[in-house]
């Protein structure tokens, strides 16, 4: 029978405090990456922040947003939580997302809460470079338009 010898036994164990020493800073990372996720839905932007050591913020116009996508992998189903990918117009060539909001339930709820806030600013003219507002014509707009075509071209008759 072989006994390790004692140099063994504190290689052994330094390298066990080592590795649970990296589990409970990974750990503590993750919670604090999660806990400094925040997003703010405001009528015409969002407005976002996240990070531990290297902050990042930002505003993006809801006339900027292209793509909404919700990203679910095994674990996240499992956790019942999954990861919402913002794009906008001047990311959609990119592979990364603008704005990754992570660890959320209910995404899909919130990207249609978004999608519904970007369809809205796309029918309002707000100065903020979106599209201008759709009139759509009615059936009294068409006649008149008609009629002062008709009007037009009986004047060039004549």
């Known amino acids: 029978m072989i006994i390790a010898s004692e140099p063994d036994w504190i290689i052994t164990g330094i390298t066990l405090i080592g590795v649970l020493i990296l589990i409970v800073i990974f750990v503590a990372w993750v919670r604090l990456y999660y806990v400094s996720i925040w997003y703010e839905l405001k009528d015409a932007e969002m407005s976002w922040k996240r990070g531990v050591w290297f902050r990042r913020t930002g505003i993006v116009p809801y006339n900027r947003i292209t793509n909404l996508d919700v990203i679910q992998g095994p674990v996240m189903r499992r956790l019942g939580i999954s990861t919402l990918s913002i794009q906008t117009a001047g990311n959609s060539g990119q ?35 979106g599209a201008p507002s759709i009139t759509v014509p ?8 008609l009629v002062k075509i008709r009007t037009l071209l009986e004047q060039q008759k004549k």
């Open 95 to 129: 592979a990364v997302p603008k704005i990754r909001i992570e660890g959320i339930e209910n995404a899909d709820d919130l990207r249609e809460l978004i999608r519904s806030l970007v369809r809205q600013s796309g029918m309002r003219n707000d100065g903020t470079g």
């Open 138 to 145: 009615t059936d009294q707009n068409i006649i008149e338009e």
